[in-house]
């Protein structure tokens, strides 16, 4: 199953989308599924999908109170992604979460 999530079609593990579990109330296997499109991503030099997997698992780690975690993934590194896509509402966002 492949599918839509960003704008992108992903599904680097072969089993359902990282949006699929998301949607489906499955927090550790979404997170699990984002890892996979992360990695890919940057293997790949996507930045959008880097942008969104590395967002996604900040939110994730922020969510289950794991903020060594979530920083990792709200770093600097990814201000700067999303302000090269031009997305100023991220770009805040990520900049408001670091502080």
Excluded at 4 to 19: M, R
Aim: aromatic share 10%; net charge positive; with cysteine.
């Amino acid at each position: 199953m492949r599918l839509k999530c960003a704008g992108f079609t992903v599904n680097p593990s072969g089993g359902p989308g990282a949006c699929v579990v998301q949607a489906a109330k499955r927090p550790d296997a979404a997170a699990k599924t984002w890892l996979d499109v992360y990695q890919l991503a940057e293997v790949q030099g996507t930045t959008l999908l880097v942008a969104e997997a590395s967002q996604a698992l900040g939110d994730h780690f922020f969510a289950v109170t794991d903020n060594v975690q979530a920083a990792r993934y709200y770093s600097p590194l990814l201000v700067e992604k999303w302000s090269a896509i031009g997305n100023d509402s991220k770009t805040r966002q990520c900049v408001t979460w670091l502080g």
